[in-house]
């Protein structure tokens, strides 16, 4: 999608700081952290959020999801503690309507609700 910023990032017109990069997904630091450690998992695809996601999509987003668990691996916190969050429509506060994965750790993470 040609005004997406994550399609931007994906196809190398933004930079960004990469930690994994595939045929299908890339995973990059986040701009802002709000943990020590604060990686985001996009699938190169455009979706604009978890909502828009099918069947079709079931292979990515597993893929997605243990991608999540070896990079809290990489970056010592598989052990400590992790959170994998999707922020999907507006009652989420979701910012980049391209559908990615929040991984956090490092420190404790407070309550969320869910
Ligand atoms: P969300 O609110 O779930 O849509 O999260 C969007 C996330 O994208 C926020 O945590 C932002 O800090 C992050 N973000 C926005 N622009 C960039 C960028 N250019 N590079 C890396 N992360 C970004």
Same mark, same amino acid.
Request: with cysteine.
């Given at each position: 999608? !040609?005004?997406?910023?994550?399609?931007?990032?994906?196809?190398?017109?933004?930079?960004?700081?990469?930690?994994?990069?595939?045929?299908?997904? $890339?995973?990059?630091?986040?701009i802002?952290?709000k943990?020590?450690?604060?990686?985001?998992?996009?699938?190169?695809?455009? $979706?604009? !959020?978890?909502?828009?996601?099918?069947?079709?999509?079931a292979?990515?987003?597993?893929?997605?999801?243990? $991608?999540?668990?070896?990079?809290?691996?990489?970056?010592?916190?598989?052990?400590?503690?992790?959170?994998?969050?999707?922020n999907?429509?507006?009652n !989420?506060?979701?910012?980049?309507?391209? $559908?990615?994965?929040?991984?956090?750790?490092?420190?404790?993470?407070?309550?969320?609700r869910?």
């Open positions: 999608m !040609s005004d997406c910023l994550f399609c931007k990032i994906a196809a190398g017109e933004i930079p960004s700081t990469k930690v994994y990069e595939d045929e299908e997904i $890339l995973a990059f630091r986040d802002a952290p943990a020590p450690v604060h990686i985001l998992l996009i699938p190169k695809k455009h $979706l604009a !959020s978890l909502a828009e996601a099918g069947p079709e999509d292979a990515l987003l597993g893929k997605m999801q243990l $991608l999540a668990r070896q990079l809290a691996e990489q970056e010592g916190v598989a052990e400590s503690g992790f959170r994998v969050v999707a999907s429509g507006p !989420s506060g979701q910012e980049v309507a391209h $559908l990615h994965y929040h991984l956090l750790g490092g420190e404790p993470l407070g309550d969320i869910g």
